[in-house]
């Protein structure tokens, strides 16, 4: 969900990656103890903006029209993918912008599927850079893959490959070693930007432009091969066949009212696998579509215990993530956006999706 936007040196004074992250103070005290630890820094997955965090408001994206989603060919077989992975029990394909939108949005019920031990192959479309590059990518996929090892139990360390698809595209996949059921695989796409207009180091330019027509292709973040709009839809349907799901979950698309307001990068990603599920032989009904930042305008419906735990996978990322300032939950809860976000998630069918 995440985009951050870049501070001028006069706005922030350079972070330390390598200073302590964590409080002493435990999670539950912070909670007990009423304290709220604010930060002038934006929070990792869909990042506040500095220009917000001084209105003290959550971020809201800025509403762009997008053109429809390009079909792929149907392909029936489709041929096996380098992407395969075995088929396991009750698998979801999880679909999201970036990294964080999953354990912001689609938490508890991540959580649930880990904890079931039902098969969860999760893909990040774009890198979530904000324009800071592959350093900074690099970091908040590590995040991501500790609150995956907080909500598994495990912390054995996660093999790494890169594979190229029979689309061309070139995917980073990251696997659990004691744990093949789950698997994380990022494309690496440039940073959308909360205006939709991408970042000046990654050529102003992101998901939005790249449907919309008005750049031809775009090239990941670590030098993999450009993808244009055709190729990016191909691999996404790719990608979803090669994990042989029974169910996928992802962004809510453009063309639903729960869009707006939402960050660029997840509609566009929500409408991909909308329009790739069908030819990767996935029913409209087997696909359930994340409110992203519009969330905090519905009722509350996560308390207790599993906010608790929702939170504390929360900070486990921000721990790693080194333009993040939520050090423990109350420091996360107290944020713009943040804090109403986790404790909300609302999950919409094709049939609820109020399509406009």
Known sequence: MSDIDEPSGADQA????AAPRRSGISRRALVFGGIAVGGLAALGGGALVYREIRRSAPPEGTWVKLSPIVPVPEASPRPVSPAFEEPGSD???????????????????????????ATLRTIFVTAGDAGRGLDYAKQREAGIRAAYDEMR?????????????????????????????LSITVLRLPDGNLSGKG?????????????????????????????????????????????????????????????RGDHPDHSCVGSLVRAVAPVSGIAPEAVTYYIGYPSLHEPVNVEGDALDAKVDVYATYAAQDPVVTCDGAAACLAQPGFGQWLRRSYGKTEAELRLT
């Open 91 to 117: 698998t979801t394909v999880a679909v999201w912008a970036h990294a964080d939108d999953d354990i912001i949005f689609a938490n508890p019920h991540l959580a649930g599927i880990i904890g079931s031990g």
């Open 199 to 259: 970042f000046a180091t990654t050529g102003e330019a992101g998901l939005t432009q790249l449907i919309n027509g008005s750049v031809p292709a775009l090239a990941p973040i670590d030098d993999g091969p450009t993808l244009d709009a055709s190729r990016l839809a191909e691999t996404v349907a790719e990608l979803i066949h090669a994990g042989r799901p029974d169910h996928i979950t992802t962004n809510i698309p453009h063309e639903s009212a729960f869009a």
């Open 153 to 181: 139990g495990s912390t054995q360390p996660w093999n790494t490959a890169q594979l190229t698809l029979r689309s061309g595209a070139r995917v980073t996949r990251f696997v659990p070693s004691d744990d093949p059921r």
């Open 14 to 17: 350079p972070v330390d990656p």
